[in-house]
């Protein structure tokens, strides 16, 4: 069963408009979550982490949020850019095996 | 510094061979991982490392075997592959462990795409 569902493969977003990625989860011991960005050929990449302790963190056009309650997360980019193109793919640290993975959401940037 | 390499980055085996993949950190960082990347299934743990000398299953260990002999080093070992292990394969290495109430992030390699005929 997936603990961490990222419903949506792909979104397509016009440049310089909000994207928004959306992830949910469904174990309530997870405590610690992250964004990671992967590029074509390459391996995933750190992009954001929020806190289970917090609601919102915010790092330059990237901002994660966290609705504990409904066990809920999401990571708005604004402005998008050319550049943010990639598979984004949720993360959350408390489970067994300890970073239980999303299965990815590819985005794509419209110019 | 080169962080996390993966060799080899792309590799075509017949069914019932064997191979190696090889990871390398020069980050002194204790905990290794491997996942591996398929369509629409995101990125699974198959094994993990919390140290030298040190291995564990993850999610999706069946067919694969690991060793730690060196602390910079994990492998991943595929003893008669199949066509089920056609996958990307990516090694990760963190200081600490993604343990609950903190998390140190992974860094990864670039990927090791495996195609088994």
């Known amino acids: 069963d997936q603990q961490v569902k990222q419903n949506s493969p792909s979104l397509s977003v016009q440049e310089g408009r909000i994207s928004i990625l959306n992830c949910d989860y469904t174990?309530?011991?997870?405590?610690?979550f992250l964004w990671y960005k992967k590029y074509p050929a390459e391996g995933p990449t750190f992009l954001i982490s929020i806190s289970s302790i917090k609601d919102k963190n915010e790092d330059g056009r990237f901002t994660v949020f966290l609705n504990k309650s409904a066990k809920h997360l999401s990571l708005h980019i604004v402005p998008s850019q050319p550049g943010d193109s990639a598979v984004y793919f949720c993360?959350?640290?408390?489970?067994?095996?300890?970073?239980?993975f999303g299965k990815g959401t590819h985005l794509i940037i419209q110019p | 510094n080169a962080g996390v390499t993966q060799t080899p980055k792309f590799r075509v085996l017949k069914t019932g061979q064997s191979m190696t993949l090889l990871c390398a950190q020069d980050?002194?960082?204790?905990?290794m991982y491997w996942y591996r990347q398929d369509p629409g299934m995101g990125l699974r743990l198959i094994h993990y490392?919390?140290?030298?000398?040190?291995?564990a299953k993850g999610e999706v260990p069946d067919g694969y075997n690991v060793s730690r002999l060196k602390k910079q080093n994990f492998l991943l070992g595929l003893e008669s592959a199949a066509p089920s292990q056609t996958s990307v394969y990516f090694c990760a290495s963190s200081y600490d462990r993604q343990a609950p109430g903190g998390a140190n992030v992974l860094t990864f390699g670039a990927g090791s795409r495996l195609t088994v005929l």
């Open positions: 980050m002194n960082h204790e905990y």
């Open positions: 174990n309530s011991m997870f405590d610690y």
């Open positions: 993360a959350a640290v408390g489970g067994a095996d300890g970073l239980t």
């Open positions: 490392s919390v140290g030298e000398g040190t291995t």
